[in-house]
């Protein structure tokens, strides 16, 4: 896997960049989020000012 390779050379070893992925991956539960995110909690507001021609301003 080419995901293991890079992070073996981030931390120096192959198979300790294994175990963690391992660790990681071993029960992996799937966690659904529903709403709006937070980091998009002004972005419907930022898209209507863009499209609002700013008038008086040099």
Same mark, same amino acid.
């Given at each position: 896997m080419? !995901?293991?390779r890079i992070l073996g050379k981030i931390l120096g070893d192959v198979p300790t960049a294994t175990a963690i992925l391992d660790r990681f991956l071993?029960?992996?539960e799937i966690v #659904? !989020? #529903?709403?709006?995110g937070y980091r998009l909690k002004d972005h419907a507001m930022t898209s209507r000012e863009a499209k609002t021609p700013i008038s008086g301003r040099l």
């Open positions: 080419e !995901i293991v071993y029960y992996p #659904t !989020i #529903t709403g709006k």
